[in-house]
């Protein structure tokens, strides 16, 4: 697995690791990491509901986010390269 294909999240406080931004950024790390593992073992179907469980926190997450600044998520949207740039 590469390293150096995972975003890091800058941290400004401690605090900041329980905030909405962070889990998602997080979350989207292990998303890339078990999408590159289910590439080489495509029949893993325990890691393939894992990743299924952690697209659903995430989207979950994303649509609070959505709710709460429309501003933070499409800055975070655009950082991640999540979904297409689309006009909403």
């Given at each position: 697995?590469?390293?150096?294909?995972?975003?890091?999240?800058?941290?400004?406080k401690e605090e900041k690791r329980?905030?909405?931004?962070?889990?998602?950024?997080?979350?989207?790390n292990k998303i890339r990491g078990?999408?590159?593992?289910?590439?080489?073992?495509?029949k893993d179907?325990?890691?393939q509901r894992g990743l299924r469980k952690i697209l659903g926190k995430r989207q979950r997450l994303l649509a609070y986010l959505?709710?709460?600044n429309r501003?933070?998520?499409?800055?975070l949207i655009n950082q991640l390269n999540i979904r297409e740039s689309k006009n909403r």
């Open positions: 697995m590469i390293k150096n294909a995972f975003i890091s999240f800058p941290e400004k329980g905030s909405v931004e962070f889990q998602i950024v997080s979350f989207t078990l999408t590159s593992h289910l590439e080489l073992h495509r179907y325990l890691s959505l709710k709460k501003v933070g998520y499409k800055e």
